[in-house]
């Protein structure tokens, strides 16, 4: 190939208007065909081949090998799904810490320490900004009791 058809190709002349759309809307086809032919066959073989009678037994709650107390249906308390929620964010932005440590080390080794000091404090100091948001709002207060407000 000559120099000419090598920048062609590499500058991305459009195939089609919507050649990418194309191929996004295949593969999005695909993993819906995959994954609810997959929810078929579970269904299929759980509700049609097994055949597996519903005795009382089997449809009662099971408490880690206890007797059920009281109802299933009772109003939980929002604060577990609180402080779930926290650890996810914190787990999350963490998590996203991995990816800008080489970008940091390269900063560090051209010299720019203060630039690097700047973006991991404004990241840390999103994290406790989230952090006494919840605590201010009582996320972490175990004993509290829910309003009926």
């Not at 593969?27 to 065909?33: D, E, K, N, R, S």
């Not at 037994?57 to 408490?63: A, G, I």
Request: glycine share 10%; with cysteine.
């Amino acid at each position: 190939m000559e120099a000419t058809t090598i920048d062609a190709v590499m500058t991305g002349a459009p195939a089609g208007a919507y050649g990418s759309w194309a191929s996004v809307a295949v593969i999005a086809g695909l993993a819906v065909a995959v994954v609810g032919g997959a929810l078929l066959v579970v269904r299929l073989v759980t509700r049609v081949v097994d055949r597996i009678a519903d005795s009382k037994q089997r449809l009662s709650t099971y408490e880690c090998g206890e007797a059920p107390v009281g109802s299933a249906w009772f109003r939980f308390n929002n604060r577990f799904t609180v402080v779930a929620l926290t650890f996810l964010i914190f787990d999350v932005e963490l998590a996203l810490l991995w990816p800008i440590l080489p970008r940091c080390l390269d900063w560090i080794g051209k010299g720019d320490v203060l630039a690097v000091f700047i973006e991991i404090t404004a990241f840390v100091a999103t994290l406790a900004i989230g952090l006494m948001w919840v605590a201010a709002g009582g996320g972490f207060v175990w004993d509290r009791k829910v309003s009926d407000e």
